[in-house]
């Protein structure tokens, strides 16, 4: 059973920082692809970072140079480092694995889902 548990998120102003936290069943650290998506109120769920297997990492353009995803082995942690948010990044924030190595942005690809996180960026 993969389990994903993201802490975090919460409310910031604008141009400020936070890291998110995802920590994930060893098996699927070591094996599976891990991203990040989010979703915003009215809108459909969105890619934002992801990191397959073998390290290879993808960001969505719209928070390329302004997010960095990460992994902790010792913890088993997926981090999102965002910096210099905007309103427009405000929205519930996902942690998400893909049984398989390689990544994708295809929301139905990913069998295994966090909670979300709530991250709400005032202006």
């Known amino acids: 059973q993969v389990q994903l548990v993201e802490s975090g998120g919460g409310p910031v102003e604008a141009g400020g920082s936070l890291r998110l936290s995802c920590r994930v069943s060893?098996?699927?650290?070591?094996?599976?692809?891990m991203a990040w998506f989010r979703q915003a109120p009215g809108k459909e769920r969105e890619g934002v970072a992801r990191?397959?297997?073998?390290?290879?990492?993808a960001y969505a353009d719209s928070v390329r140079d302004r997010f960095t995803i990460s992994k902790d082995s010792s913890g088993n942690i997926l981090y999102l480092q965002m910096n210099s948010l905007s309103p427009e990044d405000t929205g519930v924030y996902y942690c998400?694995?893909?049984?398989?190595?390689?990544?994708?942005?295809?929301?139905?690809?990913?069998?295994?889902w966090g909670q979300g996180t709530q991250v709400t960026v005032s202006s």
């Open positions: 990191i397959d297997s073998d390290e290879v990492i």
């Open positions: 998400a694995s893909r049984p398989a190595g390689r990544c994708t942005w295809q929301v139905p690809l990913f069998g295994y």
């Open positions: 060893e098996y699927a650290y070591r094996h599976f692809c």
